[in-house]
């Protein structure tokens, strides 16, 4: 066989080694497929302050989301958001004002409760998710200082999209 008759051959088989395909991004989509429920819009209203953040479904072992908070109209503060598999373990990964990323590695994972940690960061050391019913839920962020947890909870309800 002259070499000039294997270089197709070899590129298809390099072709199919290092190209994703369909099946494998399914497959890894999966893997957070019991986070799902947290899909949508969500918002907490207190006063003039709003709090929205919003989530794309699972797909290819990835959801993005973004978060914003407003004041009186004004926005003060938003983050961009994703959950990803990083060597098939859930990692949720921040960046506020589109600061450098930090992640988080997930520590509970259930179709009601996620909860991701990162005891190297000072503030929060833990990040979670808590499904509260079918159109609500309880972001929480908290870490320990001094022996003792300090946190927040941002309890949210579902809201239409594009509003």
Do not use: K
């Not at 893997?31 to 709090?51: F, I």
């Not at 000072?122 to 808590?130: E, T, V």
């Amino acid at each position: 066989m002259s070499r000039r008759s294997t270089l197709p051959f070899s590129l298809l088989v390099l072709a199919a080694v290092l190209l994703p395909t369909p099946g494998a991004a399914q497959a890894a989509g999966r893997s957070l497929a019991p986070l799902a429920w947290l899909t949508g819009c969500w918002e907490q209203r207190t006063g003039t302050r709003v709090v929205e953040e919003q989530w794309m479904a699972p797909a290819g072992g990835l959801m993005l989301g973004v978060n914003r908070t407003t004041i009186q109209g004004q926005a003060r503060e938003f983050e961009f958001l994703r959950i990803e598999l990083r060597d098939s373990t859930p990692t949720y990964v921040a960046q506020p004002g589109g600061r450098p990323p930090t992640a988080f590695v997930a520590t509970v994972l259930s179709d009601s409760l996620v909860s991701f940690a990162n005891p190297a960061h000072d503030f929060p050391q833990r990040i979670s998710y808590r499904r509260a019913g079918a159109d609500s839920l309880v972001a929480r962020v908290e870490a320990t200082r001094d022996g003792r947890v300090r946190g927040l909870d941002f309890p949210m309800a579902r809201v239409p999209c594009g509003r």
